[in-house]
């Protein structure tokens, strides 16, 4: 392979395609000339690609085999945590079947800890957490579920709490007595460190403590994770984080549509055992409509992204309870390929989402970003499937069949609304 | 002040300049010509250099007031350390009058651990300190003198030993509760990790375990440490190691004269409780001569160097002693001032290096790189004192006051020899 082909499949780019589109995809990013390439060349190039993708050395501890799902505390209550929320949480995991449908770790997110102890061991907070996180820990786990914890690779956590910075180990062997499952890492007060460096700390110190953990990385794609963290992390947060809103923007939080816009080019990067992380769910925390809800969530879902719900479970209206259960939109995200969605093609204010599914069908979005409402139609060429062929529909939110369509499929898609189909020959 | 004066004053520039000669240095650097800046300005940017040299802000454990005294078992040892080594070092150094003469620290460097217990603890190594590091520490505290130790900022040592990466805190705990006074920190497999952010950890880490220790930077000088280890270290290294010859030039070491080349111009970032490393002493390794070996030594000294020796103490000839215990070059290095010599002048073989003192007068090395005797002289003007004065002159190693000389001092000066005078106007 030439200098050439090596520079056009260097990894190093965070935008590398599947399925068709790579050719003229990079046409348009080279500075040199195409015909440089010989296209064979740019066969044996793009099918490097594919490989590689496939080839990624995931995190080795055997968890989130398909994305995780769960809840955590944060973009509901944020520092106002105690054992009291974390066991009625669990407990409404179970008695709203949000377990049923799949969820397992209940994970409290920042400000359980208050200290550390004259020999550095972690302090969780004795008011909030009176009868300690190892008693919580196994609440959680007698309910069936898994229990998630939450620290920083800083100094100290986002909200000013004791980070792990070189208590790494130490941290590590407290969570494993604890009984701890799955612990977000966050990235505030690292001072310029390196984050590979650091999250890979805890990725060995998890490891030889020796109990296994989702380990999710969560410093906001500052570093392109997606790069470096396939054998660091389970999942890998990509952007800063997500706000309860259709797409306002503040420094450090956006909208879920500005988000969605930023996982486009990352699909090849995620795979059973790890993901890219478009952020929580923020169904049902009351900032959108309930169809601005179920667009975010089927996104998510095409996305094959975690899905760690974010609201009060203990007080859920119907349709948030259905949005986040709906069973036939999470085996989507759970789908065992395990294949990121892509964005397809996007006009004006239309928008069709794809996610190859292991039994060779496609789960579509028709996202409609405009403000009354649109036909939006998807046609089998662009999906890959010959044009003539008589292809079944299902409605993913209607949970009905539509029937079988050729050439083409449109649907009428209201104002930020979605239809999501699954498509197969 | 004006964003010029500002510019020129940017510490971020390794080769601030105190006495004279600053104006015409930063002339020689400047793009843009000197005319844009009023003297005035400049006289008030000289000050601000000055100041800012004197205000930086030191590691606040209050030890290495004046540069560090002691013994490593490295530069002759390497990876072949064990109890009863270092157990005849801390006897050697009492009986041959070293400790008498102001050595201190008694330092095992690499190869003393061996791993890490399940709890993460490091493990000494049991066949080669059978009784463990707290009683070697004791050991050498009963001898009056203090203990150091070695790990590194890395995954692992640099000689593939466990390092303290993720386990800081635990280390340092465990440091204090042996009783070390002094730790060297390598660099060696830290990944690409930043060097401040890392040493920063440890730094805090000891302050945290509550015994104060001397932290001894060892990155190499990679990072510049100079302009940011000044409250992170009590020294850093400034370059790759030392090793026992006149200029010799590998990839990771060089001779003694090399590594002098690079301390020119880090001046004026030394001071109590934080010193620029140039490395330990190899006098009496065998490498060079004893002509050599004083040049070696003198040149430390003007360099407010740490002090360490990295000798078999137990086999020393009295020329060597004679050497490493010179009360009065060593009083020199060990002068409260806290002042690291500069280059003054330097001219083919010849040059002169001249340390302000205490007490007004200043340390002056007359060093002749050259291959054959050659006579250098020092103005009194070169100094900073005006040409008519009487000046009294002390040969610093004859140890014999010279007498009074008028507008200038000449000596004699071997091949690869040194003349060191003190001179006190």
Not at 231 to 259: A, F, M, P, S
Not at 415 to 422: E, L, R, T, Y
């Amino acid at each position: 392979m030439n200098v050439h082909h090596y520079i056009a499949c260097d990894l190093r780019s965070n935008d590398p395609r599947w399925l068709r589109g790579a050719s003229s995809y990079w046409k348009s990013r080279m500075k040199k000339p195409l015909h440089q390439f010989a296209s064979v060349g740019w066969m044996v190039c793009v099918g490097m690609l594919l490989a590689t993708s496939s080839r990624v050395v995931a995190l080795d501890n055997g968890l989130a085999l398909t994305p995780p799902m769960g809840w955590n505390s944060w973009n509901k209550f944020g520092c106002n945590v105690s054992e009291d929320l974390i066991k009625s949480a669990a407990d409404a995991m179970v008695s709203t079947g949000m377990k049923d449908a799949g969820y397992r770790y209940v994970i409290i997110d920042d400000c359980w800890q208050v200290s550390r102890d004259s020999a550095g061991n972690i302090v969780a907070d004795p008011k909030r957490f009176p009868s300690g996180i190892k008693a919580l820990a196994d609440y959680v786990h007698a309910k069936g579920l898994k229990f998630g914890i939450y620290s920083c690779a800083g100094t100290n956590t986002c909200a000013g709490r004791p980070g792990s910075r070189g208590h790494e180990s130490q941290d590590a062997i407290q969570y494993a007595a604890w009984g701890v499952d799955y612990l977000k890492y966050d990235w505030c007060n690292h001072g310029n460190e390196s984050a590979r460096v650091a999250y890979g700390t805890m990725r060995d110190a998890l490891k030889q403590a020796g109990r296994p953990m989702v380990f999710s990385i969560c410093e906001w794609g500052t570093s392109k994770p997606w790069l470096w963290a396939g054998n660091v992390g389970n999942l890998w947060r990509t952007t800063g984080d997500i706000h309860d809103c259709w797409d306002c923007k503040e420094q450090y939080w956006t909208g879920w549509t500005r988000i969605l816009d930023q996982q486009n080019g990352l699909e090849s990067f995620a795979g059973p055992g790890h993901w890219n992380d478009p952020d929580m769910l923020e169904v049902g925390n009351g900032g959108m409509s309930t169809t601005e809800y179920k667009s975010h969530f089927t996104l998510w879902c095409i996305l094959a992204a975690p899905l760690i719900a974010g609201n009060d479970l203990r007080n859920m209206p119907l349709e948030i309870k259905d949005i986040l259960t709906n069973r036939e939109l999470i085996a989507i995200d759970q789908d065992t390929l395990g294949k990121q969605g892509r964005r397809l093609r996007k006009n004006e204010h239309q928008e069709i989402w794809v996610k190859p599914l292991k039994d060779g069908s496609r789960a579509v979005a028709l996202l409609n970003r405009g403000t009354s409402e649109e036909k939006i139609t998807v046609a089998w060429e662009e999906l890959g499937y010959p044009d003539g062929l008589s292809i079944s529909v299902r409605d993913l939110w209607a949970k009905n069949n539509l029937g079988k369509f050729i050439g083409r499929f449109s649907a009428s898609v209201p104002s930020h609304g979605v239809v999501a189909v699954k498509v197969s020959p």
